[in-house]
């Protein structure tokens, strides 16, 4: 069974729109870890941000912020104000258990597509 | 800077032939991996490695065997290279951090295409 699934496969939006990418995981541990991840064309995954299960404080950073619901198993990424530069494929991640030697759960990744 | 360095960023090699990857980081970190991307399928990990000589299968290990010799050098073979093998293949490492678990630091990527 998919432990991290992202359900929107491609989203189109049109500069300065508000967009929001879901991330709905599965787990039976009690401590996990959730991440975001960018992948703009070059390639090369960029870390976003990373969620402790036991912190469910939503976060802001610029115009991004993130949507931690435990209730719902869901870890949901906007970006307000969406710019080209945002263009990229967005990974969402599951890490369960400390000791598992840091291993990911990945989600098939949410292709963003800004236009101006 | 730190990095994560993948030697090649684009391959194309013959079906049958032993292709090496290699993948370098100068972070001193306990953990590396392998992952493939294929559109669709996000990223599925092949092979991870915790420490010099240590090597644990990932999902998807078939077709594949990794190699670290060295603290910052983690190696991925494809023993005979198929056209199924046909993928961006990424490398990354982290740390071994009992406070918390660290992010994962990527790679640029190696587009490989099996013809």
């Known amino acids: 069974a998919q432990k991290v699934t992202q359900a929107q496969t491609e989203i189109s939006v049109v500069e300065k729109e508000d967009v929001t990418l879901d991330c709905v995981y599965e787990t039976r541990d009690t401590t996990y870890y959730l991440f975001w991840y960018k992948q703009p064309p070059s390639g090369e995954l960029v870390f976003l941000i990373r969620r402790n299960s036991f912190d469910e404080q939503n976060e802001i950073s610029g115009r991004y912020s993130w949507n931690f619901q435990k209730s719902t198993s869901s870890f949901n990424f906007t970006i307000t104000a969406s710019q080209v530069v945002d263009s990229a494929v967005y990974f969402c991640a599951l890490s369960e258990d400390l000791y598992n030697f840091n291993k990911f759960y990945f989600g098939s990744g949410t292709k963003l597509n800004v236009k101006p | ?115």
């Open chain 2, 1 to 115: 800077d730190v990095k994560v360095t993948q030697s090649s960023r684009y391959l194309v090699k013959r079906t049958g032939e032993k292709v090496f990857l290699e993948c370098v980081q100068d972070m001193d970190h306990e953990n590396m991996f392998w992952y493939r991307q294929d559109p669709g399928l996000g990223l599925r990990l092949i092979y991870f490695s915790y420490d010099v000589k240590m090597k644990e299968k990932g999902d998807i290990p078939e077709g594949y065997s990794v190699s670290r010799e060295k603290k910052e050098r983690f190696s991925l073979i494809l023993e005979s290279a198929s056209t199924n093998q046909t993928s961006m293949y990424l490398c990354a490492s982290s740390l071994y951090d009992r406070r918390g678990i660290s992010g994962y630091t990527f790679g640029s990527g190696t587009r490989l295409t099996v013809v």
